[in-house]
């Protein structure tokens, strides 16, 4: 477990003399150092294992092993390359000091100890080593709002322009009178397609302000009791205009009275951008189905259709949050993959995953699955 900056230095050392060890206890505790030491080098990687130091004090001469040869043992894991070492001789010439520095040593202190020197070379290198932690923390999380901004500013350039171009043309032509809003068809086909427009850069904007404040921390999940079959209800009439233009059978299968214990925002997003992808990848006349499978501790929702399957090696670029990856729909609609990997976050951070099973040309099913509810405040 990694040490937080709020919390008390943790010093490990290795010394065959036990009066040692209790002379650095004695002055590092008093300095508000956690401190802890062995004259056994087997007991002191377990204790490495069950807590990661600031800092190592190894003492050069022991009976054992010497001090160098330990160091390089400890730098040959990677999980402890960055814990200084400090090591504690009873003489110091200029071969032994290139010597430590060569293995991985950070610095020395001379038996008998000045109190005011080990504490200062301590706290120096403690510092040293939790700023440089915390400005490669900075640097990831600046690294990251950066990537985050980029994608935003590619997905509104590109995705969420698209469908807003078209509606705007589309307006233009009924104003210029290329389009007759007297036309039998005016209703059928171009309302139809300015609502669907719409309703894209709509779910776009709400899949984006997700993913965004997903991504960025900024979303809080609040677990309520969740009734989901009135939550399989809602999502099928938000989603009526698309399945009744494609004539697709809607089946609500999830019994009544199946409770979950999950965010309401959250499950509703996953429910929404799952049915619209399998009513975007169904044929006319197709059927999708909502099927729920209570166990003893989740439930497991199924969004189950009959449309064109996905391939193999497409599933792995669908689930991988890293990959901008997109299909025209049965009917030319299209995508923006933002959707899957916002649903995919959402199911995690209640407690679940998300996964799929589908054969081209015969259908895919999505399913996730969530707690159950068992009377949670």
């Given amino acids: 477990m990694e040490n937080q900056v709020t919390e008390k230095p943790y010093i490990l050392a290795v010394d065959d003399e036990q009066l040692n060890l209790e002379l650095l206890r004695f002055i590092l505790e008093r300095y508000n150092f956690e401190f802890e030491g062995t004259s056994d080098d087997d007991y002191f990687f377990e204790l490495l294992e069950t807590r990661k130091p600031d800092l190592i004090l190894l003492d050069v001469i022991m009976p054992r092993i010497e001090g160098f040869e330990l160091c390089e043992k400890v730098k040959e894991f990677e999980t402890y390359r960055d814990i200084p070492i400090i090591f504690l001789t009873g003489k110091v010439n200029v071969k032994d000091k290139i010597k430590g520095f060569e293995v991985g040593g950070v610095d020395y202190v001379t038996k ?74 005016f209703l059928d086909d171009t309302v139809y397609d300015l609502l669907k427009t719409m309703d894209e850069a709509l ?12 991504e960025s921390d900024q979303i809080q999940m609040i677990p309520e009791k969740l009734d989901l079959n009135d939550l399989g209800e809602q999502t099928f009439r938000l989603l009526k205009l698309g399945s009744d233009h494609k004539q697709i059978e809607m089946q609500n299968n999830i019994p009544t009275e199946t409770f979950a214990f999950a965010d309401n925002n959250m499950v509703k997003t996953v429910l929404r951008n799952i049915v619209s992808n399998a009513i975007k990848f169904t044929p006319v006349e197709g059927l999708i189905k909502l099927n729920g499978k209570t166990g003893k501790d989740n439930i497991v929702i199924e ?29 030319k609609e299209p995508g923006t993959g933002l959707g899957l990997i916002l649903c995919q976050n959402f199911v995690q951070k209640n407690g679940g995953a998300l996964k799929i099973k589908s054969e081209v040309g015969k259908g895919s099913t999505f399913y996730f699955d969530l707690p159950t509810y068992n009377g949670q405040d």
């Fill in 112 to 185: 008998p100890f000045n109190e005011q020197e080990l504490v200062a070379r301590i706290q120096t290198h403690v510092e040293l080593v939790r700023a440089k932690n915390q400005i490669e923390k900075q640097a990831k999380n600046l690294q990251q709002s950066n990537d985050l901004k980029d994608r935003m500013f590619s997905i509104i350039g590109h995705d969420l322009r698209s469908p807003l171009s078209a509606a705007k043309l589309k307006m233009d032509f009924i104003m210029r009178g290329i389009i007759d809003p007297k036309a039998d068809n």
């Fill in 203 to 214: 779910n776009l904007l709400q899949n984006l302000l997700g993913w965004a404040k997903s």
């Fill in 303 to 331: 969004i189950v259709d009959n449309g064109n399957g996905i391939p193999k090696e497409d599933i792995q670029k669908i689930l991988n949050p890293n990959e901008h990856f997109s299909k025209l729909g049965t009917e």
